[in-house]
């Protein structure tokens, strides 16, 4: 049911899809160790060659952004098409152990920055679907339904902590 003129489709996730949250803002109430760009000067050279790297990875494999995500590998494995080598999806960097990690993450159907209802939102209002983002804190988590998916995930804890409790005699 693809729409015509509209990109293909795949099932792969966005960054924000394995965050069960919505974005805020991430200076604002945070101690300076948590503000990860202000105590790791070097992180946003580090973070914007990779993307380099992946954008042109991307556009040399045969599939473009279609290219199915490499999750492991070793130096020198072959990959078929990928003639730059592996093609991960997500690169997870973790600077304290100077490791990186190649993540495989699938498409949040309640995703606030890349959800059909999102996206349909931002594709009919443009701009002003933007300030009202902006403007309204939690505009994006009722729109996408992630409010509500929220919740019902909080009773259904509230649920299985009342199971788990002996009845307790009334005094």
Same mark, same amino acid.
């Given at each position: 049911?693809?729409?015509?003129?509209?990109?293909?489709q795949?099932?792969?996730?966005?960054?924000?899809?394995?965050?069960?949250?919505?974005?805020?803002?991430?200076?604002?109430?945070?101690?300076?160790?948590?503000?990860?760009?202000? /105590?790791?000067?070097?992180?946003?050279?580090?973070?914007?060659?990779?993307?380099?790297?992946?954008?042109?990875?991307?556009? &040399?494999?045969?599939?473009?952004?279609?290219?199915?995500?490499d999750?492991?590998?070793?130096?020198?494995? /072959?990959?078929?098409g990928?003639?730059?080598?592996?093609?991960? &999806?997500?690169?997870?960097?973790?600077?304290?152990t100077?490791?990186?990690?190649?993540?495989?993450?699938?498409?949040?159907?309640?995703?606030?920055?890349?959800?059909?209802?999102?996206?349909?939102?931002?594709?009919?209002?443009?701009h002003?679907?933007?300030l009202?983002?902006?403007?309204e804190?939690?505009?994006?988590?009722?729109?996408?339904?992630?409010?509500?998916?929220?919740?019902?995930?909080?009773?259904?804890?509230?649920?299985?902590?009342?199971?788990?409790?002996?009845?307790?005699?009334?005094?």
């Amino acid at each position: 049911d693809a729409t015509p003129g509209a990109p293909p489709q795949c099932n792969l996730g966005c960054y924000f899809c394995n965050d069960v949250v919505a974005p805020t803002d991430s200076t604002r109430n945070r101690t300076l160790d948590q503000q990860c760009t202000a /105590t790791r000067p070097g992180l946003s050279a580090i973070a914007s060659s990779l993307a380099v790297e992946l954008a042109v990875t991307l556009l &040399h494999h045969p599939l473009r952004c279609l290219a199915p995500a490499d999750t492991a590998g070793q130096v020198g494995d /072959t990959h078929e098409g990928a003639g730059l080598g592996l093609v991960p &999806h997500q690169v997870r960097g973790f600077l304290s152990t100077f490791n990186n990690v190649l993540v495989k993450g699938d498409a949040f159907n309640k995703c606030t920055a890349c959800s059909p209802k999102v996206l349909g939102g931002y594709l009919r209002e443009g701009h002003s679907f933007l300030l009202q983002a902006f403007n309204e804190p939690d505009f994006l988590e009722e729109l996408s339904g992630l409010k509500e998916f929220l919740k019902a995930a909080d009773d259904g804890m509230d649920a299985w902590d009342d199971e788990d409790e002996p009845d307790m005699p009334e005094d």
